[in-house]
DNA sequence: GCCAGTTCGTAAATCGTTTTACCACGGGCG
DNA sequence: CGCCCGTGGTAAAACGATTTACGAACTGGC
């Protein structure tokens, strides 16, 4: 109480290695030692250390620890938007993998503004990561003037498929417009509208370019149908809306995104057709409560477990040697038949 | 190539503020001044530094920092699973909170197992968070044995609400199940089946307590039908189905949970009855992607903005002042009236 | 011209851990 | 008995930033 006090708060502040060392009656180097040395400790000093420690409640400082050691098994992952499901099912697995690898994950998201997404790659460096997992918010990702030359280790997934300078790991998005639109064609439809949010992503055009491609491989080319709805799902409604009030009808619908798979059933909805009788439907990234949907709906779907499983395992390749060259992962994609995309009817 | 390695990797580690210093030709406290410092630097000094700082593309080592200053100016985030839109919706917020408020913050999940989340909580001890957000895996959180004593700053949300040792900051989810099924009484129904996914959490049964007031202050105390369906959809789904295959029919269900809003949207399809004609449904946790629905789903909502917001700034009080007494915060929760609850038909 | 006061720069201590260098002890062996 | 080596312990030097203590240079007032 009356003391005089030089250290800051003076408080409880949580127990170093000095203080177990004292308490054990041995020297912080040897307490270091026993918590996770690579050297030999007698096992009456290993015991007191042991008992220190739990009676104090010891808990090793990361910060120092990782200072002194030079890394931090810590991956950083950088997401457009945590609160978009797709990503924060990617995110759940890599924690996953982190924790068996004993690793941690240090999340942000970008909003998919590359202004933030720089500031927190920034930031991501300031706590000397050891690696990181960016969806990126550009496919000219790291073009920016003011951004950080040097990067630790790190890999693309999901977004900027390809990238020169990167690792990059995503789904076979040319596959997934080329298997969900032959779907329909085997079907017998060939008047099928593809819907798409946007236009700005190379793995959005990739998913457009398997459709065109389905097209002409079955000699439909004259009968593109491409419909760019926007990001908001009430863009895409409006968008197919207008498109089917114009004379001869789609008989098939093929929404490349998530939003524009809600947006075409909304527009569904709101022109009184009958799915499946009067349309048919291949939806985009089915997940787990979408089942609720009547009928069932037949989607193309990203195997996130892949994707997170292989870029976190091409990550670590490249932690492990940073001179390799670069590479590409396609991760295949998974049509799930359903109901909602059914035989022309005529 | 020949040299002989002393330090480590020997490599192109980033700069420290030794080398900044040596480039702008003072020490590394000037730096240090001009970088973060309370203390006055000369123009000239300052711009050199600057230059160095700029051309070495020196970035901060935030371990080394934070070990020396004591904080480290990150929150800790806790959360059962971060693939719940829910939970995710909280992370997203609480991100925004924390850039504003120049935090960082820390995520981890759970799974609702309480070994898991004691594991999570001790790493972000080890990593010495200023404060922690926590959605807790049981209402008698830190009772555990193996439980750390002391945490830093902590606050409870959306879970354990009312708990005794710290603060927490929930929706008043008596009043969501009170209002939920006033309106459904108010609207002429007398028979209504409260649906809850399960008794374990204090606030799964606070919405059940509130169905059970609006009863009995209704006078149809003795018509309560609770129905437990448990943790996933299916199950809910069988749990109604189960309900409804009896003589007396309910004429309203009430569903206290996300989950077995779901479950019930199946099973309501799958005995084919007409929602809302034959049927109204009160559901629960409504986002946006829920729109997708037909008819539009009249629904009790969390106000997720204000949950974070208020947690926010409960935690920030607390840190400022550890012993002030703990607060409970009960946020309102919002009834949203759609189109899936009609006036009883008869 | 001298003294007090301000400004600004540097050296060194510090945060808590890991790791290196060094030393004491004992056993085995020639 | 003397030497060598393995074992296990300690002190001290890192890691990179911040902050304290000190001192040099300059200013201004008398």
Same mark, same amino acid.
């Given at each position: ?7 800051? *708060?003076?408080?409880?502040?949580? *127990? ?35 008992? /220190? ?16 050691? =030079? ?24 924690? /996953? +993998?982190? /924790? ?10 970008? =909003?998919?503004?590359p202004d933030i997404e720089s500031h927190r790659i920034q930031s991501l460096i ?18 920016? #003037? ?25 789904? @076979? ?69 207008? +498109?089917?009030?114009? #004379? ?26 009958? $799915? *499946? ?16 949907? +009547?009928?069932? $709906?037949?989607?193309?779907? +990203?195997?996130? @477990?892949e994707l997170a499983a292989n870029s976190w395992s091409v990550l670590m390749d ?13 991760? *295949? ?14």
């Amino acid at each position: 109480m009356g003391g005089k006090r030089r250290k800051p *708060p003076a408080g409880r502040s949580s *127990p170093t290695i000095r203080d177990v060392a004292r308490r054990a009656g041995v020297s912080p180097g040897t307490v270091s030692n026993v918590l996770i040395g690579v050297r030999g400790v007698r096992p009456d000093s290993r015991l007191s250390v042991m008992k /220190a420690a739990e009676a104090l409640g010891y808990k090793s400082n990361h910060m120092a620890s990782s200072l002194r050691r =030079g890394h931090t098994r810590t991956i950083g992952v950088v997401v457009p938007d945590l609160s978009n499901e797709f990503f924060s099912g990617l995110v759940t697995h890599w924690e /996953a +993998q982190a /924790a068996k690898a004993g690793y941690e994950i240090l999340v942000v998201s970008s =909003g998919d503004d590359p202004d933030i997404e720089s500031h927190r790659i920034q930031s991501l460096i300031a706590r000397r990561v050891d690696g990181l997992l960016i969806a990126a918010a550009r496919d000219d990702f790291g073009a920016a #003037p003011g951004f950080p030359v040097t990067l630790p280790p790190a890999v693309l997934v999901d977004r900027a498929s390809g990238h020169k300078r990167f690792d990059t790991v995503s789904s @076979d998005n040319v596959a997934a417009g080329y298997e969900g639109t032959s779907h329909l064609i085997k079907l017998g439809h060939r008047d099928i509208a593809c819907l798409t949010s946007a236009d700005s992503h190379v793995h959005l055009r990739d998913r457009v370019r398997g459709y065109r491609k389905a097209l002409k491989d079955n000699g439909l080319s004259g009968r593109e149908r491409l419909v760019v709805g926007g990001r908001s799902v009430d863009a895409c409604q409006i968008a197919i809306e207008r +498109q089917f009030r114009r #004379p001869a009808r789609p008989t098939a619908i093929f929404a490349t995104t998530f939003f524009s798979t809600l947006g075409a059933i909304k527009a569904i909805h709101a022109l009184d057709i009958a $799915l *499946p009788k009067d349309i048919s439907l291949v939806a985009f990234e089915h997940s787990d409560w979408m089942t609720v949907f +009547q009928p069932y $709906l037949t989607a193309v779907a +990203q195997r996130r @477990d892949e994707l997170a499983a292989n870029s976190w395992s091409v990550l670590m390749d490249r932690i492990a040697s940073p001179h390799a060259t670069f590479r590409h992962l396609k991760i *295949p994609i998974t049509l799930s038949i359903r109901e909602s995309a059914r035989p022309v009817s005529n």
